[in-house]
């Protein structure tokens, strides 16, 4: 799955997190985690966001002869 | 333990989108959360980005300045000038360069462009011959070489054959419907290019022998219908992936505001193309709609000592735009020339040396954005040709439209809803 959206307990309503202190202010990437309402990983293989090809980012052409 | 660089963008309903280029990660959180500028990840081991000094395993060779077409937005202005070829040894030279700079680091297969200047299969004899060299180079390496060439597409059925039977690449430029491809690209007699085009690319896939891919330039004209041209390019021919770009104001389209686009306009409908091919499982790609592979890059593009061209003059160049010495650009870009009478290239190690400080590092307003690790600072070229001398150090001109793109982007991985542009 390219992106793992997960329910917390009513995120999306004003001052749902408000009762959780320990989400008020995070220091890790995990905490973040943690808090967040939906997270998407960008550097999984299904990602095919425009790009990934042309490793040189060439604005000229979009043959890519490199490896 | 490392820390990582994180990015706050406020978005509606009081939420924020969090964004952490270093682990390619994107989180929606309620904006009441407060999130410092670096966190730490227990896992996360930086890696430093590998640029070998002048080792150069593939190049372009930009065979000529002459074309069968006059497109309007020619950054070339090809067919305008007095002809010139690449000298053959020139070219050799060059094949020579990537071959042993692939043995001395190991890598297995040296790569080599055919592009334009102008159009390269109008150099027949020349583009026959850099094959047949590749070929024994090959043979007295045992090294593989993929060979790419760059094409309008116009081009004679005998020679659609000798394309398919020798390169493994080719990129067509098509500029989408057949109509708006017609004003944009007219042959040099004033008739429509299109048709032609569509032959040989049914030929080219139908031969099955040759990766084809599409680079479309977008412009006043055709921009409206850019989603329109997807479906129809994916209809017509599948699975080819299809490069945008818009145009840059430089050579034929210089002087022609009726064609030039604006950023924020190319950006609406680049938005709601890129959904529209996501939906129909069209592969598109555009220089700064890049997110995941890149992260490690600090260059827009080859420029800062990676691109190792070579034009029709001999110039050794850093971009395949700058390809004379008569452009006012070449100050900047070109770091070597091939010397006929040595038959050697000399590369000028200072203008390398300087070449390769074109990074986003060295652009100070750049530093605390977001958008940097996509944007990269953006294209040197169209920076040099807007503020000179001082280019280097300067944001994009489109800055603005660049970030808005890049937080598209990203609201649409979050699977959120396009916002307003």
């Not at chain 2, 963008?9 to 929606?28: A, F, H, N, W």
């Not at chain 2, 398919?164 to 040099?188: E, M």
Request: charged fraction near 25%; hydrophobic fraction near 35%.
């Amino acid at each position: 799955m390219r992106r793992s959206v997960r329910s917390m307990q009513a995120p999306q309503k004003e001052g749902a997190l408000i009762s959780r202190p320990n989400l008020r202010g995070v220091s890790t990437v995990d905490e973040l985690e943690s808090a967040s309402i939906a997270t998407a990983d960008l550097s999984d293989p299904a990602f095919k966001l425009a790009g990934e090809a042309c490793c040189d980012q060439c604005c000229d052409d979009y043959v890519c002869s490199s490896d | 333990m490392t820390r990582v660089r994180t990015y706050q963008i406020p978005i509606e309903e009081r939420r924020k989108i969090v964004y952490i280029p270093e682990l390619l990660k994107v989180y929606l959180v309620n904006d009441e959360i407060d999130i410092p500028e670096y966190l730490i990840d227990e896992d996360y081991i930086p890696s430093e980005p590998s640029r070998p000094i002048l080792r150069f395993p593939r190049c372009d060779l930009i065979l000529n300045n002459f074309c069968n077409l006059r497109c309007i937005y020619c950054y070339s202005s090809a067919g305008e000038h007095q002809r010139k070829e690449m000298p053959l040894a020139a070219a050799e030279k060059a094949i020579d360069r990537v071959a042993s700079d692939c043995q001395i680091t190991g890598l297995k297969r040296f790569g080599v462009t055919l592009t334009g200047g102008g159009e390269p299969l109008l150099s027949h004899k020349l583009v026959e011959s850099i094959v047949e060299y590749c070929r024994r180079k090959r043979e007295e390496t045992g090294l593989a070489c993929k060979l790419a060439i760059v094409s309008n597409g116009n081009f004679s059925a005998q020679t659609c054959k000798f394309v398919t039977d020798n390169f493994n690449n080719v990129s067509i430029s098509v500029d989408g419907l057949p109509d708006l491809h017609d004003r944009h690209r007219p042959t040099a007699t004033g008739k429509g290019s299109f048709a032609p085009l569509e032959r040989n690319v049914d030929r080219l896939l139908s031969s099955g022998k040759i990766d084809v891919g599409f680079r479309m330039t977008i412009s006043e004209i055709n921009v409206e219908r850019l989603s329109e041209a997807l479906v129809f390019l994916h209809r017509k021919w599948p699975g080819v992936v299809i490069g945008l770009e818009p145009i840059e104001k430089v050579g034929r389209c210089a002087d022609k505001n009726t064609i030039a686009l604006d950023p924020m306009k190319f950006v609406k409908h680049f938005i709601k193309a890129l959904r529209i091919a996501k939906k129909y499982g069209i592969q598109i790609r555009h220089s700064l709609a890049t997110l995941k592979p890149l992260i490690n890059e600090i260059s827009f593009c080859g420029v800062n000592g990676k691109i190792f061209a070579i034009d029709p003059e001999g110039n050794i160049t850093s971009c395949t735009r700058v390809n004379s010495s008569c452009d006012p650009l070449a100050q900047y870009f070109h770091y070597g020339k091939y010397d006929p009478e040595c038959d050697q290239l000399v590369i000028d190690i200072n203008a390398y040396l300087y070449l390769r400080n074109l990074t986003v590092n060295s652009v100070p307003g750049c530093k605390d954005c977001f958008a940097q690790y996509s944007c990269k600072g953006d294209c040197c070229h169209l920076k040099a040709g807007v503020f000179g001398k001082n280019f280097a150090h300067k944001k994009s001109p489109k800055c603005h439209a660049n970030r808005l793109l890049i937080i598209e982007l990203l609201r649409m991985e979050m699977g959120l809803p396009a916002g307003e542009i």
